[in-house]
C-alpha cells in the first residue's frame, strides 16, 4: 500500500508542452481531407481561456471552455475570398481539460481529441450541436 501512495505522490499533471505535443500528434492523425482543409494550425496552450475567449464564445465559465479554434470559418472565407485577419490558431486550455479529463474518467487522449474535433467541426462552420454531433454527444457534459 504505501508504494502505491508513493507513486502517486510523485504524478505529475501533464504540462502545456503535453498537452501541445498530443494535440499536434492528433491532428497529424486526423484523415488526409479534414487535415487538408485545417492545414498546418499552430496549437497553443494556455492555462485558462481569457476574457476575449470566454466573451467570443459567450461562455460564463472559464471550465466550460476547454479549446478554441481562432480563425475565420472555412465557408466564410472562401465566400469573402480573403486572407484570415489574424493567425489561425487552436487553443487548449490545460486547466478545463485536466477537469473534464478527471470527470469523464477516460484517457486524456480521448479528451483532447474531442477538444481539437469540436474546434475543427466549428471552424468548419458547424454550429454547437452539429459540434457536438462530431464528438458523439448530443448535448454539453456540463449545465
Same mark, same amino acid.
Given at each position: 500500500m504505501s508504494g502505491d501512495v508513493e507513486r502517486i505522490g510523485r504524478l505529475a499533471a501533464p504540462s502545456a508542452e503535453d498537452l501541445a505535443a498530443l494535440g499536434e500528434r492528433l491532428l497529424a492523425q486526423l484523415p488526409k481531407e479534414i487535415r487538408e482543409l485545417v492545414g498546418m494550425v499552430p496549437i497553443r496552450v494556455e492555462e485558462w481561456p481569457d476574457e476575449d475567449a470566454l466573451d467570443a464564445t459567450e461562455c460564463d465559465d472559464p471550465l +466550460? /471552455?476547454?479549446g478554441l479554434y481562432r480563425a475565420v470559418p472555412i465557408?466564410? @472565407?472562401h465566400a469573402r475570398a480573403l486572407p484570415p485577419e489574424e493567425p489561425e490558431m487552436i487553443f487548449l486550455y490545460r486547466l478545463?481539460?485536466?477537469v473534464e479529463w478527471?470527470? @469523464?474518467g477516460c484517457t486524456l487522449e480521448e479528451v483532447?481529441? +474531442?477538444v481539437l474535433t469540436h474546434e475543427i467541426a466549428h471552424? /468548419?462552420?458547424m454550429d454547437e450541436i452539429g459540434a457536438l454531433r462530431v464528438e458523439g454527444r448530443d448535448e454539453p457534459s456540463r449545465g
Open positions: +466550460d /471552455l476547454t465557408a466564410e @472565407r478545463p481539460i485536466l478527471a470527470e @469523464r483532447v481529441f +474531442d471552424h /468548419l462552420g
